[in-house]
């Protein structure tokens, strides 16, 4: 499952750094596919949408930091735990029941991400 940054976030900061999918962004700001993966240009997704890595994305957070669930490999095939949650003073980065997947779904993506 993705991981999610709940409303009690005090904007510290200290996830984005750690996320080796830069799948964290600050809230408001804009994410695109291409943001710490080896995607670029036409990319066809795992659940096959068609999408430009460079263009903009809408933000899933105008207020607090937000991980992108299609980006979030839980830190799969990086480290053990989720970095975010690890340096997180608050704890609320937490596990996202809305996207619930499986190690090998993320695993998978880890390696679509970075075309390994």
């Known amino acids: 499952m993705a991981i999610k ?6 904007n510290c900061g200290a996830c984005e ?3 080796p999918n830069t799948a964290i962004y600050e809230g ?10 080896k995607l670029s240009g036409k990319v066809i997704l ?6 430009d890595a460079e263009d ?7 207020d607090v930091y937000y991980i992108v ?3 979030c490999t839980e830190c799969k095939g990086f480290h053990e735990e989720p970095q ?8 609320c980065c937490i ?8 190690e090998e779904t993320l695993l998978n993506r880890q390696s679509f991400l970075h075309n390994e």
């Open 95 to 102: 596990p996202d029941d809305e996207h619930v997947e499986s």
């Open 28 to 37: 408001a700001d804009d994410w695109r596919w291409k943001d710490g993966t």
């Open 46 to 51: 795992p659940d096959g949408t068609e999408v």
């Open 84 to 91: 975010c949650a690890a340096v997180c003073p608050v704890d």
């Open 56 to 62: 903009a994305q809408t933000p899933f957070s105008d």
């Open 69 to 71: 669930p299609g980006k």
């Open 5 to 10: 940054i709940t409303d009690e976030c005090i």
């Open 17 to 19: 750094p750690e996320c």
